[in-house]
């Protein structure tokens, strides 16, 4: 039978490729000779399914969405404060290879726009800039969970016309923002941008970043939770170039592109979206790229700030019998939930007759620590009140460690606390 998911983008595949503006880049000659009409997209979930839409496995060179990757690499290598104090991470109006520093301190305004991210090709692990490129090449490879390899030929086109990022490179140099060997530096630059890879690459790198730096497909761990944060917020605020902005406005997700036409886009926790289609718009940005996830964003509810309430109420169920409060919770446990359940019980507990609660958890998914925490000072202030806390969890996870009793089922934990409160004194 046919996957709704899979009509669903062979329809919208169908429907852009029928989209003709746009520009093929040539300033770096090889990337002229690319098909306008290649079109490639891809989907990668969190669980490693691929979903693949026309030109998926053509090859071309990843270009500037290298950079968030080899920005992740760095922060893996250096820690997020030794890759700050070298560029920023604030979004700029000029264009991807504007020679813009920041006055007071000559650092690259972000690693998103050239001169960031020559910096960081200069800063990811290696003794010399061959094993410096080897991390990049092996790292981009564990994003994409296959061997990548390089395109000489565009290699070779960008290097002999590459004077724009070399004069970035010398100035940074100048400026006290870029330290070795320029031509060095830029060895490695070039050849990351002119690393191969496909739609279906970087839509499983996009995921490995959207699934806090785990590869979908591989099961390892290619940078930390963290390292795979920091490098979507700055895809959020500087990945599509001086569409930045609109992009989030229309969009909202994180996302890189870069001028041979690829885009990766990325949703925390979601999935991974590779797309490629070589003419670009003004701002650098693939035309039908730009068109089909503006589409998708809108028809699938994907905006990640303007999200959908799609949750049922955290208290499914509730009851107050013989002064025992029964709180049945469930679906994920975040902030603003925990926030409504701490504030009902402690206005049920301020009415004298409660000395008992119970917690029931079989129906909570995932819980964030914050909610988790929330609730451990909840049931430590009960405590301090003399109130009997239950906590129960067929799955026995031990979500909230401060009651001391925790149960498997409801009956258990109502006749648990009875026994308890006749042991204490005072039936009802
Ligand atoms: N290699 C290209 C350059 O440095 C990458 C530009 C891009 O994709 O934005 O000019």
Known sequence: MINPIQELLDDLHRRFQAVHEGEIASYIPELAHADRDSFGLAV??????????????????????SKPFVYALALAD????????RVGVQPMGEAFNSITLESDTGRPL???????????????????????????LAGLSEFAGRSLDLDERVLASEQSTGDRNRAIAYLMRNAGSLSGDVEEVLSVYFRQCSIRVTTRDLAVMAATLANQGVNPLSGR??????????????????????????????????????????IAAALPLQFGIGIFSPPLDRFGNSVRGIALCEELSARLGLHLLRP??????????????????????????????????????????DSDSTRGVILDLNRVGHAQSIALSLLDALV???KERGIVTVVVDQLGRCLIDTTGYSCVTLDEALAWIRNELLARGGSH
């Open 380 to 382: 430590r202030r009960l």
């Open 110 to 136: 972000n690693p998103m726009v050239n001169a960031g991210a020559i910096v960081m090709s200069s800063l990811v692990a290696g003794v010399g800039f061959e094993a410096q490129f080897e991390r990049i």
């Open 221 to 262: 761990a290619v940078v930390a939770p963290l390292e795979a944060g920091h490098t979507l917020i700055v895809m959020g605020t500087c990945g599509m170039y001086d569409y930045a902005g609109e992009w989030l406005f229309r969009v909202g997700w994180p996302a890189k592109s870069g001028v041979s036409g690829g």
């Open 44 to 65: 990668a979930t969190l669980d490693g399914h691929l979903y693949e839409a026309g030109d998926s496995s053509l090859p071309f060179t990843i270009q500037s969405v």
């Open 308 to 349: 959908e309430r799609r949750s049922a109420p955290v208290v499914y169920w509730s009851t107050r019998e013989n002064g025992v409060l029964t709180l049945a919770l469930q679906g994920g446990l975040g902030f603003a939930e925990a926030e409504s359940v701490v504030r009902n019980v402690l206005a049920d507990a």
């Open 78 to 85: 250096r820690g997020p404060d030794a890759v700050l104090a």
